[in-house]
């Protein structure tokens, strides 16, 4: 089992955009050929919540802040994920962790180090 490996975070002023990419390198084991690989955020002081995820089967969920603003997408044959944000505000600033589930066995997490986003007005 290997690392997720995140970036796409930076600075941008409101109303820009930011593509999130977050790659999982070293999960190819049969354990992780059915995943679901996702994208969650979590404010300073606040709680980590889901932001949106996508399964290998191309079942996306997103967080209702995140309709109509973010799309994920993913290339399962490189096992990556992106997040493309849009219409960004100051509020979305914070860090983005980057999950991978097993729907194998869904005891099987791992988690990205978080990219930080920053909005400003």
């Known amino acids: 089992q290997g690392r997720l490996v995140e970036s796409g975070g930076g600075l941008v002023a409101a109303g820009g955009s930011l593509r999130l990419s977050c790659s999982a390198p070293?999960?190819?084991?049969?354990?992780?050929?059915?995943?679901?690989m996702g994208w969650y955020f979590q404010a300073p002081g606040k709680q980590r919540d889901l932001v949106a995820e996508?399964?290998?089967?191309?079942?996306?969920t997103y967080a209702d802040s995140a309709k109509g603003r973010f799309t994920i997408s993913r290339e399962n044959g490189k096992n990556t994920v992106y997040l493309q944000m849009n219409s960004l505000k100051p509020e979305d600033t914070g860090v983005y962790y980057c999950?991978?589930?097993?729907?194998?066995?869904?005891?099987?997490?791992?988690w990205g180090q978080g990219t930080q986003v920053t909005v400003s007005s």
């Open positions: 996508i399964s290998t089967g191309g079942r996306r």
């Open positions: 070293g999960f190819s084991t049969s354990l992780w050929r059915s995943n679901v």
């Open positions: 999950k991978i589930t097993s729907l194998i066995r869904e005891s099987y997490v791992t």
